[in-house]
């Protein structure tokens, strides 16, 4: 099966299915007393509550289930339909939102969500239960988001002794194929000759080549999107080594470029009019006779030269050279995402990513699509005043903060040195991991922030 491949969980016929009842919990009375006395029974005895997420199974007149009800949220958001699946046995359901509560590719794509499954590596559980959505179009569009969440989320899942830089490139290069997008790749010491040597610095130790991915797809004339991911598929923290406990989940140090790559999947799939430029600098981490060192000096793409204050601040550099490869022809839209504080998580938890921009109108439009897809964002204050904290005596810059404070926003400071033309570029610091199962979001990788970018270019160049 193709990397880019899963079976969805929507069929389009509903024959056969049995209803779901969505019904918002201020509406949950009405609802009850227009039910049977015979439901209205079953649901006292068996003591259920009337709060938002909850599902209840309802029986036939021969005992077996016959139709469910779950209660939602007010405003109901895709997380709503994404808590049935879980509860519900197999077969096949449909959603019956006599309310009009959630529009249906979304209530789809909540349901699809809940669905996703990474077996990679032990037995297949019992298929999930199915969903009927006769409207191709919310069928369609449900499934291809979807697909390019599935497609992060299994990047993320999957070990570093299976998903290196090369392989990386080869998910990139399929999703080329499929999209019928430009491909290319400078691979390992390629990235000396033609100048990206920030990436060359951080992956020289790996036995495994870095390497800078690039796709482009569209037409030359339309609007210029770019996206740059942070592609780190196994981070030791090089020299300045990790302590144990804080490599185990290091496999998505990729997370960034697993979530635009996924973005990049959503954007072609639905034709948007753009001109998409996708940069991936992806490397290993490792500790070998060729690592860089604490206090080296390395000069950038950009010419800046940067001393290394830590081996660990290694995402930001492989970053900064394709920041700058992205700057250059300054496009109407660059946005990075990458795993790339602990000090982002201590500030705002898994669930939040950190934005940085310096252009106030991207700041809201980014923050409203957070809250119009129910997966908000929180911006943070690129405070220039903390650039002290990069000084570096002998270069340009240094790598890492002098101090312990404001490291997420040091970081962001340190990547907008590489932005100097482009008005509307945005930085997320994302964790890209789920820590805790939450409906539609299993415990695993997760392609943070997906839904709100692609919402983002949705209105602002397909109108």
């Not at 298929?127 to 969440?149: F, K, Q, S, T, Y």
């Not at 699509?369 to 270069?395: F, M």
Request: hydrophobic share 45%; aromatic share 6%.
């Amino acid at each position: 099966m193709s990397p880019l491949t899963r079976p969805s969980p929507l069929v389009a016929d509903p024959h056969g299915s049995r209803p779901v009842h969505l019904v918002p919990l201020g509406g949950y009375h009405a609802w009850l007393e227009a039910q049977p006395a015979s439901r209205r029974a079953w649901l006292e005895s068996t003591g259920f509550k009337a709060e938002a997420g909850r599902l209840a199974l309802l029986p036939g007149p021969d005992g077996a289930v016959a139709a469910a009800l779950l209660l939602t949220a007010e405003p109901a958001t895709l997380w709503d339909a994404a808590a049935a699946p879980a509860a519900l046995p197999g077969g096949l359901w449909r959603l019956d939102d006599h309310t009009g509560a959630l529009d249906p590719a979304e209530a789809a794509l909540g349901w699809a969500l809940a669905c996703y499954r990474f077996e990679r590596y032990r037995k297949p559980g019992e298929p999930p239960p199915r969903l009927a959505v006769p409207d191709a179009a919310a069928r369609a569009r449900a499934e291809l988001v979807a697909g390019a969440i599935a497609l992060a989320r299994d990047l993320v899942n999957t070990p570093a002794n299976e998903l290196g830089p090369a392989e990386l490139e080869s998910v990139a290069a399929a999703l080329a194929l499929e999209a019928g997008a430009g491909f290319s790749s400078v691979v390992g010491e390629a990235l000396v000759e033609q100048n990206w040597p920030l990436v060359h610095a951080v992956g020289a130790a790996s036995p495994r080549p870095p390497r800078l991915i690039e796709l482009v797809w569209g037409e030359p004339d339309a609007p210029k999107v770019t996206l740059v991911g942070k592609g780190v598929c196994f981070d030791t923290g090089g020299l300045d080594i990790k302590p144990s406990s804080a490599m185990l989940l290091m496999k998505k140090d990729m997370a960034g470029a697993a979530l635009m790559l996924g973005l990049t999947r959503a954007i072609t799939g639905l034709g948007l009019p753009v001109r998409l430029r996708v940069l991936i600098p992806a490397v290993e981490n490792a500790i070998g006779g060729r690592a860089f060192r604490p206090g080296d000096v390395l000069r950038s793409r950009k010419g800046l030269t940067v001393e290394i204050g830590n081996t660990d601040a290694e995402g930001r550099l492989i970053l900064a050279d394709a920041l700058a490869e992205a700057d250059r022809e300054a496009p109407d839209l660059l946005l990075d995402a990458a795993t790339l504080t602990g000090a982002a998580r201590v500030a705002l938890g898994p669930e939040l990513p950190a934005l940085f921009t310096p252009d106030d109108e991207l700041a809201r439009d980014l923050l409203a699509a957070g809250e119009r897809t129910a997966e908000p964002l929180w911006r943070l204050p690129l405070h220039a005043p903390y650039r002290r904290y990069l000084e570096s005596k002998v270069a340009d810059v240094n790598n890492a903060g002098q101090k312990s404070f404001a490291g997420a926003i040091t970081a962001a400071l340190f990547l907008r040195e590489f932005v100097a033309t482009t008005r509307a570029w945005a930085h997320l610091d994302v964790f890209g991991w789920n820590d805790e199962s939450r409906p539609g979001r299993p415990k695993g990788g997760e392609a943070t922030a997906l839904r709100p970018l692609l919402a983002l270019i949705e209105r602002r160049f397909a109108r």
